[in-house]
């Protein structure tokens, strides 16, 4: 979040100002898929998240899995100051307002750090997993509130898995679906959603808003806009997108 221009959804500015010099902002780490990076992934939700008053750390990583939910702690170190790295972010961050998202591979990580024991975060409120395969370990926490978004024309995550999470998994929890929802619609590095019916352009819109939505039903500042957000999750995406489907619980 940035004084001056970078305040739409895919405008970015390298090493601009924090807005208001010391207002603390909530966190969200993003995981990238396998054999692709942070940038080419996340370009059309990081810079759209941060514009909305967020800290988004997105790490470009190898493929050694049970390495990445350590990678993530140590963004959340990093980013509250508590490893002794420079951070533009240090004293910036609101240490009970974290979130943690991947996509396919990152969902992976993102499963690992939410739900194997031995890599759980407690400073991580909330997760989101887009596309992502799931470990034999049972999806429970009860730190941790869930969104969970799946395309129904997935060739590579087929949708049950993402259904299979969501019933599995405690309360607070979302499932968000994607009717023609493919894979490759999930990330910004591909022009095409492969083998699905739905557009790219359509599903990376949709997952902008009902992450946003999710992030902001949890940390917006008052308890109005957090209802609205809920609302808006519960009742209104559905209503005002027929190819999107929500349930809660």
Known sequence: PTIGSNQGPLQAAEGAQLIDGDRKFPLIVLMHGINDNAPGTWSYLGPHLASHGYVVMAPSLGTDILDHPGDISYLIDTALGENGAQSMFTGRVEGEKILVGGFSFGGLATYIFAYEPQYQDPRASAVVIMA???TNSAPVN???KL???YGTEDLVIPYDTGLNLYEAANAPKYLVTLQGGGHTGFT???ESNIGASMDHLRQKGLTRIAILAFASSLFANSETDREA???FLQEELTMEN???QVMFE
Do not use: E, F, K, V
């Open 142 to 144: 009860s730190g941790l």
């Open 147 to 149: 969104m969970a978004i």
């Open 242 to 244: 027929s190819d999107a």
């Open 229 to 231: 957000a809920r609302r």
């Open 132 to 134: 992502g395969i799931t």
């Open 188 to 190: 910004g590095s591909h």
